[in-house]
């Protein structure tokens, strides 16, 4: 966890707010980087309000809504059958306990004791159908597509049948439970905090339910309508926090002394390689450049410190991290020399290598859209070009990126995708996996996929190891850095944040507040 305080920042923020996400909703407008009527802020949070922004017009519906301010607050209200830690492993929540079938097919999910905010007992009624819900959901299908069945077990338990094996299921199981009610934007939740209107103003508030230990019985929501309105009322201390992507593509310009927070996400920048067409078909040369890059350097100069340098497709919180496996993808330009020239890369009097057929001359694509993978880009041209390699940056429209990715019109190309916690590569290295773009069909690292997903308790952990070890060796791609996330506060207000992917509130129980 990372925790700076700056007098002046240029934050990203085009994934948070999409206001423009959903039809109906008004489209955001980016404002210059730094706004010019920024009052002067105090020295700490003494005397301020801790308030959060929100879209009300938005709704604030867990699964099927789309607005991000909103789904920020979700975890205050809603809880599911797990939650994530920092290391992306699951923590009981409303579940109990559970058990497993020998085939690891139908898992059994006992529930604990828990009220929705209108007082009603929660029952398997309302998880089956907040799980079928978000199977439905553009959010949440991917990662439950190959739940086959959810039903009521003995007792009132809630069963889940599987189409295959995934140990680790509940990493997955962290979707909201609601219960519907007569608003389809508002339903119920268990969470620690109910919406309900001011008396004073009419305004929404976060109201604490009886019992919780929260910091504060009471959160008022400010309203916001568009990027420049959150801008402002950040800037003029109206909102006490707000959840950024420093390295997204469009900025919105705050300033005033602030703080941030960073929190590890499962959203990986990487380095594909095509392996049906062109010199990096040879696993050789792709294992050679591969040890081309100094991640840490990168992340420093490109991203501000705002991620984590990864040698693994796996984040290095997790516990299935193996950093001796980690150790052979690490940057070494010795090595990489070693295995260029035994596979016959000779370098010639222009500081390019040949071999008998073919000059060292690779093309990366890159979206041009994203500044920071654009700055990314050229930092690994220039790694690759130390090592004797001439290379192209062909920087593109999303559009034209997009196609060029469909037609394997590249030799290397800058990716980036949102892993599951459970760290599934299939769409990225599976043959004709989704994601799978370079072309990778390779059936023992599918086996090794399988062999994986499957496997739970102790053995997850060797299956785990020995799959980061086959794909550092048969080298598909080059994972780069794992993008931060950011809590922005004002200055003094907040301690005790513990932030994660999935809810930036994650132990609020700690939380100490100024007002």
Not at 336 to 355: H, S, T, Y
Not at 414 to 427: K, N, W, Y
Request: aromatic share 8%.
């Amino acid at each position: 966890m990372k925790r700076k305080r700056n007098l002046k920042l240029i934050l990203a923020l085009a994934l948070l707010v999409q206001l423009a996400a959903c039809g109906g909703e008004p489209e955001v407008v980016t404002p210059a980087p730094t706004l010019t009527s920024t009052p002067t802020p105090a020295t700490d949070g003494k005397g301020l309000d801790f308030v959060l922004p929100c879209y009300p017009a938005g709704g604030f519906h867990p699964i099927t809504g789309s607005n991000r301010l909103n789904l920020t607050l979700a975890p205050l209200l809603y809880r599911g059958l797990f939650s994530l830690d920092s290391g992306f492993t699951p923590q009981n929540d409303l579940c109990e306990s559970y058990t497993v079938s020998e085939d690891g097919l139908t898992w059994t999910f006992t529930l604990k004791e828990a009220a929705f905010s209108d007082g009603t007992a929660l029952t398997a009624a309302e998880v089956i159908a907040s799980l079928n819900k978000a199977r439905q959901s553009d959010r949440y299908s991917s990662r439950l597509a190959d739940l086959t069945k959810v039903g009521v077990g003995e007792g009132g338990a809630v069963t889940v049948t599987l189409s295959r094996p995934n140990g680790a299921l509940p990493s997955l199981l962290d979707v909201p439970v609601v219960k519907e009610s007569g608003d389809p934007l508002r339903p119920l939740g268990t969470g620690p905090y109910f919406l309900s209107e001011s008396e004073e103003t009419g305004e929404l508030v976060l109201t604490a339910r009886e019992g919780e230990q929260v910091p504060l019985t009471q959160i008022p929501l400010r309203s916001v309508s568009t990027g420049d309105d959150l801008v402002y009322a950040f800037d003029a201390r109206e909102i006490s926090l707000v959840d950024v992507d420093l390295n997204s593509t469009n900025a919105l310009g705050y300033s005033g002394r602030m703080e941030t927070t960073d929190y590890p996400t499962t959203t990986l920048l990487y380095l594909g390689f095509n392996m049906k067409n062109g010199l990096c078909r040879e696993n050789s040369l792709r294992r050679a450049l591969s040890l081309a890059f100094d991640r840490e350097t990168m992340v420093e100069r490109i991203f501000a410190g705002h991620g984590e340098a990864a040698a693994l497709p796996i984040h290095p919180n997790s516990s299935l991290y193996d950093a001796g496996v980690a150790t052979q993808a690490l940057w070494n330009e010795e090595e990489a020399v070693r295995l260029l020239e035994n596979a016959g890369w000779r370098l010639e009097e222009d500081g390019i290598r040949e071999n008998r057929r073919s000059r060292l001359a690779l093309k990366l694509i890159v979206n041009q859209e994203n500044t920071a993978k654009a700055a990314l880009a050229d930092a690994l041209a220039e790694s690759l070009q130390r090592l004797g390699c001439d290379v192209t940056v062909d920087k593109l429209p999303w559009e034209d990126f997009s196609a060029a990715l469909n037609r394997g019109s590249f030799d290397l190309y800058l990716g980036e995708t949102v892993l599951t916690a459970d760290f599934d590569l299939e769409d990225l290295l599976r043959t004709r996996g989704a994601l799978n773009y370079g072309g990778c069909a390779d059936g023992e690292l599918d086996a090794w996929m399988d062999a994986y997903r499957a496997a739970a308790g102790e053995e997850r952990q060797a299956a785990a190891s020995t799959l980061w070890e086959q794909v550092t060796q048969v080298a598909p791609m080059v994972p780069l850095v794992f993008k931060n996330g950011s809590l922005l506060t004002q200055w003094g207000q907040v301690r005790g944040m513990a932030p994660t992917q999935r809810d930036v509130f994650f132990g609020l129980e700690g939380w100490q507040i100024v007002e």
